[in-house]
């Protein structure tokens, strides 16, 4: 088992800036590919961002490329999605995600673990 803990959500203008950061433990985090996802009211869940555990790569949504950033330290079982220029839009439910398996997917359904989320609201 893997158990997330999201922080760093809250309110911000647009054109803000705000990180997130998701704490991980029960496995060894260094073997998790690591994700974030959100969830805006009245929407599906999508991926925002990505990282692998093996070779380092990442993936972002069209929508959050150039301004968001991932990032993981293997040393605090850390995961962190730094997010710049924010726009009203970017407002939903943050999650952040863990799988332990070989390939690294983007469907929801192919992550293993959830944390709680976080809330980001941007204003305009």
């Known amino acids: 088992q893997v158990q997330l803990v999201e922080s760093g959500g809250g309110l911000v203008q647009a054109g803000g800036s705000l990180r997130l950061s998701c704490a991980a433990s029960g496995r060894t985090f260094r073997t998790l590919h690591m994700g974030w996802f959100r969830q805006a009211p009245g929407k599906e869940r999508d991926i925002v961002a990505a990282?692998?555990?093996?070779?380092?790569?990442?993936f972002y949504a069209d929508s959050v490329k150039g301004r968001f950033t991932i990032s993981r330290d293997n040393a605090k079982n850390t995961v962190y999605l730094q997010m710049n220029s924010l726009k009203p839009g970017d407002t939903a439910v943050y999650y952040c995600a863990a799988d332990s398996g070989d390939v690294m997917y983007t469907a929801e359904g192919a992550w293993d673990y959830w944390g709680q989320g976080t809330q980001v609201t941007v204003s305009s």
């Open positions: 990282i692998s555990w093996i070779s380092g790569a990442t």
